[in-house]
Structures are given as C-alpha cells and as structure tokens.
T-cell receptor
Framework: DAGVTQSPTHLIKTRGQQVTLRCSPKSGHDTVSWYQQALGQGPQFIFQYYEEEERQRGNFPDRFSGHQFPNYSSELNVNALLLGDSALYLC????????????FGSGTRLTVV | GENVEQHPSTLSVQEGDSAVIKCTYSDSASNYFPWYKQELGKGPQLIIDIRSNVGEKKDQRIAVTLNKTAKHFSLHITETQPEDSAVYFCAASKSGSARQLTFGSGTQLTVLP
C-alpha cells in the first residue's frame, strides 16, 4: 500500500517564476494538507483541502494556492517565487472522516535562486 | 494562534540511556499532541500521539506524558539505540474542521554507540 507520494523530489527555480508541486494521498485518505518546512525548523501549515475545497489556510500570502482533484490528489502552486520560498514542501493526508494520524510524504525540496 | 516551544534543540545520549524532550503549548483549547520523527531526506513519521483526556501513553520504548494544567507534554525514549538518532518534533492541534498542526522547532537526537 503506497503512502503519500510527492513529485518532484527536488526542484530549482529562478526568482519570479511559478512552480507546481504534486501530491497523491495514501489510499483511503481524502484530506490533504500542505506544510512548508524551512531548514532547521518545524513544518508550518499552508492550507488544507477536503472535498476539492480549501478548508483552512495558514499565514501564507495569496501567492500560495492549491487544488484538489476528484481522486483526492492535490497540487500546490506558488507564484512570483521569492528566495525565501526555498524550503521543503510536505504533503500530508489523513483518513476519511478524521484528522488524526496525518501521514506525511517525503516532500519536495524547492530551491529558489 | 497556537505557539509550541520545544527543548532542547540538540540532545546527545549514550546508547542504552534514556532521552527526554519537552514541549509547552500556549492555547488551552489544544487537545491533540502528536510526536514525529524525521530522518534525513524523509518526511515526518508519526511515532506516538496523545489526546487531552489521557495523561500518559506508552508504546514499547516510547512514552508521552501530558500535563494539561501546566500546558506541557514530554516524549520519553528508553533504552536508546543508534537508529533512534533523528530530529524529533512535537506538535499540537485543537478540534475544528482542519485540525492543523502547530509544530515545535525540533530536537536533534544523537545516540552515541
């Protein structure tokens, strides 16, 4: 049973560009959350998607947007990249009907140059 | 919003000794406290969690204690092994539609053989 899968694993972008990161949740999970983890810090909540709607957003600007598809997979889009957006982006899924026991993917390492 | 503080930031122990990591939280409404282990190049992995209606939970060599009055919780690892070396994060969340996690800043645990 595959866990949470994220793609790509690594990405290098230039300041000002746009990026799309992808996530497939664990089988049986319908809720997807995105977190940003800067080097040496704990993950920070970006937003959560459930039933193809953004359910809650953390303290991130509108440059960060997302989408959830009918098969529960999700995308994170970041526009007008800044150097400070360089981080590990983690996707987490949780079981249908509950929010306990998040399962995290291995993340996408984004470097903005 | 919720604020989670975690100490120490680094911890070195001899193999076989015990390790204790402590976290405090600010929001008295928080009622779910998971602990994650993150190895290099991987996403956080849930190792144990506790809900606010329980004061202690144990799973083999790992235990978590919760003091709701003082708003702090701790991770205890006994009989440490080299494979326990990793970064450990505490987190807190409260009831709500998204149950977003607020993470501590992490503890780098090194178990010396």
């Amino acid at each position: 049973d595959a866990g949470v899968t994220q793609s790509p694993t690594h990405l290098i972008k230039t300041r000002g560009q746009q990026v799309t990161l992808r996530c497939s949740p664990k089988s049986g999970h319908d809720t997807v959350s995105w977190y940003q983890q800067a080097l040496g810090q704990g993950p920070q909540f970006i937003f959560q998607y459930y039933e193809e709607e953004e359910r809650q957003r953390g303290n991130f600007p509108d440059r960060f947007s997302g989408h959830q598809f009918p098969n529960y997979s999700s995308e994170l889009n970041v526009n007008a990249l800044l150097l400070g957006d360089s981080a590990l982006y983690l996707c987490a899924s949780s079981p249908a009907g509950t929010h306990y026991g998040y399962t995290f993917g291995s993340g996408t390492r984004l470097t903005v140059v | 919003g919720e604020n989670v503080e975690q100490h120490p930031s680094t911890l070195s122990v001899q193999e076989g000794d015990s390790a204790v990591i402590k976290c405090t939280y600010s929001d008295s409404a928080s009622n779910y406290f998971p602990w994650y282990k993150q190895e290099l190049g991987k996403g956080p992995q849930l190792i144990i969690d506790i809900r606010s209606n329980v004061g202690e939970k144990k799973d083999q060599r790992i235990a978590v204690t919760l003091n709701k009055t003082a708003k702090h919780f701790s991770l205890h690892i006994t009989e440490t092994q080299p494979e326990d070396s990793a970064v450990y994060f505490c987190a807190a969340s409260k009831s709500g539609s998204a149950r977003q996690l607020t993470f501590g800043s992490g503890t780098q645990l090194t178990v010396l053989p």
